[in-house]
């Protein structure tokens, strides 16, 4: 499928049919937030198993914080914006989509990297900033913020979100106290090893051991990256950064099969009792 504007410039192997009609009705909604940098088809393979699982999926770009707009990424209005880009969505999806009339308004999230944190916000816990700014060394961007005393913008939790999927949200902001606000079901996946804006795993791992309830925790004996759609051989060569595991040899298609069919088999338990 050309994106024209909305290209990346390599090849993602997105696949699909622009203004191909919607079958069914009463199908949950799947919105999806990207991580810092990212796109909205960087979880094309998940995306495409969810819908074909009989649910309504929706992703953006956050603006301000894409492959090509970057001019809010290392600003504290991210943790505004990126909410509110959400709630955005599902207003537009529930209230003026086309094809709105065939949406059963039981709403799941998915969630990666900063995308992840983007979700927990909307589920309820408030970034534990003073800690970000105990542990902050920048005096740049968000850190040279919070070392003025600039406070961070408030989101509203969704209470439209039924069900989550959260995918290795950095660490900083998020503690036991924080982290217990959240009441609704959800996934929780993490890597082990770590990576850009999530560190060495440790982090990650205090996360999981902090989370309430009963959530239904993975681990990924891998790095930060896996979560992202497996690479075409045009991508892998254009952006080897995001397409390059850890450990050398990781099977990342063999991993999204397994990992895209536990995050359908959870949202249909949560959201879709009747849907095949």
């Not at 290795?168 to 890597?191: G, M």
């Not at 979560?227 to 450990?247: E, G, H, K, N």
């Not at 099977?251 to 959201?271: G, I, P, S, W, Y």
């Amino acid at each position: 499928m050309a994106l024209g504007r909305l290209s990346v410039g390599a090849d993602f192997d997105l696949k699909g049919v622009k203004d191909c009609p919607v079958a069914g009705v009463k199908l949950p909604v799947i919105i999806f937030s990207h991580g810092r940098g990212g796109w909205f088809g960087q979880h094309h393979d998940t995306v495409e198993a969810l819908a074909d699982a009989g649910f309504v999926v929706a992703a953006i770009n956050h603006p301000g914080d894409t492959y090509s707009d970057s001019s809010r990424r290392d600003t504290l209005s991210l943790w505004g914006s990126r909410p509110a880009d959400m709630v955005r969505l599902l207003d537009f999806l529930l209230k003026d989509w086309k094809d709105r009339a065939v949406i059963d308004p039981k709403v799941g999230f998915f969630g990666f990297s900063l995308g992840a944190s983007t979700g927990l916000v909307l589920m309820g816990t408030k970034p534990d900033f003073a800690r970000v700014a105990s542990l902050c060394k920048e005096t740049t961007g968000a850190c040279a913020q919070l070392h003025n005393g600039e406070t961070p913008p408030d989101a509203r939790p969704d209470a439209r979100i039924r069900a989550a999927v959260i995918v290795d949200p950095p660490p900083t902001v998020l503690t036991r106290e924080n982290l217990a606000a959240i009441k609704i079901p959800f996934q929780f996946w993490r890597s082990q090893f770590g990576g850009p804006g999530v560190g060495d795993g440790a982090g990650t791992a205090r996360v999981a051991d902090s989370l309430p309830g009963k959530p239904n925790i993975h681990v990924v004996a891998a790095g930060h990256y896996v979560f992202l759609a497996p690479c075409s051989p045009q991508l892998a060569a254009a952006v080897p950064r995001i397409c390059t595991d850890v450990p050398t040899g990781f099977d990342r298609a063999t991993f999204h099969r397994e990992f895209n069919a536990a995050v359908v088999k959870f949202f249909r338990e949560q959201l879709a009792g009747d849907v095949r």
